[in-house]
């Protein structure tokens, strides 16, 4: 409904979930927070879903960030681990999701781009950790260091000044930019290219790809070969050798 701060609708096989906060630019108060975790849980039970697209409503913001009103009033001091919802940490979602960033990403929009696995900006976009501006913490932004540049995650965090999605883009934090026009549609594609593979093994991809962060090359290897087992032993892999052998597109049945 387009009164609610949160919309969840398919696409397909591809899921979409919008902050609806616009007057706001789409800042993360208590029920947008609540709306994006009940968000994140449908999708997870979501069997007809293959892929998220989280994205916010309008041109001007992808999420500013925290509602600095709303910690105003209610003084708030350290947040809880799941005080913004994220994907993987406090919500667990084994299926991918990507953000459509369609505007400003500061602070917790900010954390929101980054806890999704894959990132497709609107060329007006732009991303900032901008918490030491006002006197807040971005623990979240540990793992940064892996995604991006050592030197570029400090610029960050230190001068809390925002990039553009062409700079977010160059240093690896954004996989596309487009037109703000075409962000939509490309968002759909890509998630359309990634749910068009066997779910058992874009499940184990993912989860191979961040259990390798932080390990050397063995032990990498290791977690690697018992997390791709599953994928390797079900009827899926069978399934795409004999769809190539027919000449025909692979029917996958996650299992």
């Known amino acids: 409904m387009a009164d609610d701060v949160t919309v969840y609708e398919r696409r397909g096989r591809v899921a979409w979930l919008t902050m609806n906060r616009p007057q706001a630019a789409n800042a993360l108060d208590a029920g947008l927070r609540a709306g994006l975790a009940a968000g994140f849980e449908r999708f997870a039970a979501d069997g007809d879903a293959t892929v998220l697209v989280l994205t916010g409503t309008g041109e001007k913001a992808f999420s500013a960030g925290g509602d600095l009103k709303e910690m105003a009033t209610t003084s708030l001091g350290v947040p809880p681990v799941d005080f913004v919802p994220q994907p993987g940490r406090s919500v667990r979602v084994d299926k991918p999701i990507i953000a459509a960033v369609n505007g400003v990403a500061y602070g917790g929009g900010?954390?929101?781009?980054?806890?999704?696995?894959?990132?497709?900006?609107?060329?007006?976009?732009?991303?900032?950790?901008?918490?030491?501006?006002?006197?807040?913490?971005?623990?979240?932004?540990?793992?940064?260091?892996?995604?991006?540049?050592?030197?570029?995650?400090?610029?960050?965090?230190?001068t809390a000044r925002p990039i553009t999605a062409e700079r977010a883009y160059e240093v690896g934090l954004v996989n596309a930019v487009v037109p703000a026009v075409e962000l939509r549609d490309a968002a759909q594609d890509l998630a359309e290219a990634v749910g068009a593979n066997a779910p058992l093994s874009v499940r184990a991809g993912k989860a191979m790809?961040?259990?390798?962060?932080?390990?050397?090359?063995?032990?990498?290897?290791?977690?690697a070969e018992e997390l791709f087992r599953p994928a390797y032993l079900s009827d899926d892999?069978?399934?795409?050798?004999?769809?190539?052998?027919?000449?025909?597109?692979?029917?996958?049945?996650?299992?």
């Open 110 to 158: 900010f954390l929101l781009a980054q806890s999704c696995d894959l990132c497709v900006a609107a060329d007006h976009a732009r991303f900032g950790i901008t918490e030491a501006r006002w006197g807040r913490g971005s623990p979240w932004a540990a793992p940064l260091p892996w995604m991006i540049p050592p030197r570029v995650a400090m610029e960050l965090v230190l």
């Open 237 to 255: 892999a069978q399934e795409g050798p004999r769809a190539f052998l027919e000449k025909r597109a692979p029917v996958w049945r996650g299992r």
């Open 209 to 223: 790809v961040y259990a390798a962060a932080g390990r050397d090359r063995e032990a990498a290897w290791a977690e």
